[in-house]
């Protein structure tokens, strides 16, 4: 008997809930798709999109925007952060965290990953130090992988950093019961089709402060339409603000918000389905040698969409040669040391508009890495005959060895 083939696709997300398909044909039949093109006291599908992803969140002003991207700089020029100021982020993260950073014309200093795939709070303090101009930490809770965020906070707070947090693989999760991207001043989502709301593309940004809130809704394009939203602070609160901002376009249309509303109502079920998902591969390699898994600290409710694994000390060739064996039997891998980036997947070394920065233990740690999308897609089955493949093939190529 040859060896079992996987044949699901790792990039096939579900399909648009029937609800979000009848009201996105309904903003199509009347074709008012610009979020301030309004009938009569109608409200809009993206108003009603933030005031319910505020509730969500429990945040008090919520905005809807283009992209995640856009929602990262968008926070960022609303935070005042200047041409050439250095902002603290993440060495592990992925490319449009740098890029909103880039987008402000700011400087990325990136910070070390540890084993457990977050923001090294040691060197964040040391960067800190390092760099007293800079006033923000673009925190990027890369692949779900949530830090310890009170003493995250701690630190942000010894060196007066202001916190903006990218949520696009946290929407849903939860630190000690506190919503993602609730912890630091402003929080970014997407709602890009790989992420856990799927518009396409897409962008949410969630704030309690009346002022930033204000700005980011000027910036993303509000002419002097602001009061037709929901989940925005009052009128005064934009008062001396409006000749100041310029229009940075970036709005969210009624056609997405419809299309994510009815996902927003699933999305809690949907988030513990990728759980169950994640914790199926985790049982099927527990115990592989040669195999690190990430260890999940107890206060944090993550969002299992995707898995991660460590290869600790396996070299390259050896790790290009497992890529290999599990492609060929239907288990696309990324890896995150790989050379040159490829496809979604690329490290701070890629990004060569930021100053060159030696990262040691990220690169180590990345050296490693390897990583994989769970779509809903995916049965629990699927999941248990994923781990089986994986657990064969790293057997088998494990240093020490069948390979060696
Ligand atoms: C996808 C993603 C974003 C936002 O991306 P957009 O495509 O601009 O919506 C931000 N951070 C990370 C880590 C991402 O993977």
């Known amino acids: 008997m040859g060896d079992e083939r996987f044949i699901g696709s790792f990039t096939q997300q579900e399909p648009i809930p029937e609800a979000g398909i009848d009201s996105a044909t309904e903003v199509l039949r009347h074709g008012r798709l610009h979020r301030y093109n309004l009938a009569g006291d109608e409200a809009g599908e993206v108003a009603l999109l933030e005031e319910e992803f505020a509730a969500y969140t429990g945040a008090r002003y919520c905005l809807a925007v283009a992209s995640g991207g856009y929602a990262m700089a968008c926070a960022l020029r609303a935070l005042g952060v200047a041409p050439g100021a250095p902002v603290l982020s993440n060495g592990f993260t992925l490319a449009p965290v740098p890029g909103a950073i ?12 540890t084993e ?3 923001i090294d709070l040691d060197h964040l303090a040391a960067q800190a130090g390092a760099h007293p101009q800079a006033r923000v930490l673009l925190l990027s809770h890369m692949r779900g992988h949530v830090a310890d965020m009170e003493a995250l906070m701690e630190v942000a707070r010894a060196h007066d950093l202001t916190v903006v947090e990218d949520c696009a693989h946290t929407m849903g999760a939860r630190w000690r019961g506190v919503p993602s991207g609730r912890h630091g ?3 970014c989502y997407s709602t890009q089709t790989y992420k856990h709301m799927n518009s396409g593309e897409g962008g949410l940004i969630v704030t309690d402060d ?9 910036l993303s394009g509000s002419y002097m339409l602001y009061a037709r939203h929901r989940a925005a602070p009052p009128p005064e609160a934009f008062e001396g603000l409006t000749a100041g901002i310029p229009n940075v376009s970036g709005r ?3 056609l997405r918000a419809a299309i994510l509303r009815p996902q927003l109502a699933d999305l809690d079920a949907r988030c513990a389905a990728w759980t169950e998902r994640y914790r199926a591969v985790e049982r099927g390699l527990a115990g592989t040698p040669g195999l690190r898994l990430v260890e999940r600290p107890a206060a944090e409710r993550f969002v299992g969409s995707s898995f991660q694994f460590l290869l600790p000390g396996w070299g390259a060739e050896r790790i290009e040669a497992l890529l290999g064996a599990c492609a060929a039997r239907g288990v696309e891998l990324k890896w995150f040391g790989a050379e040159a980036p490829h496809g979604f997947t690329s490290r701070y070394a890629h990004w060569a508009y930021a100053d060159p920065q030696p990262l040691p233990q990220t690169d180590r740690i990345l050296a490693g890495l390897i990583d994989f999308r769970l779509p809903l897609t995916f049965s629990l089955a699927d999941c248990a005959q994923i781990a089986r493949i994986l657990r064969q093939e790293v057997t088998r190529h494990a240093p020490g060895l069948a390979a060696e």
Not at 102 to 113: K, L, S, Y
Not at 210 to 218: C, F, N, S
Request: hydrophobic share 60%; proline share 3%; net charge neutral.
């Open 102 to 113: 880039a987008a402000v014309g700011a400087r990325p200093v990136f910070v070390e990953t």
């Open 116 to 118: 457990q795939l977050t």
């Open 185 to 187: 001043a402003i929080g």
């Open 210 to 218: 009346a002022t930033l809130a204000a700005r980011m809704i000027l």
């Open 252 to 254: 969210m249309d009624n």
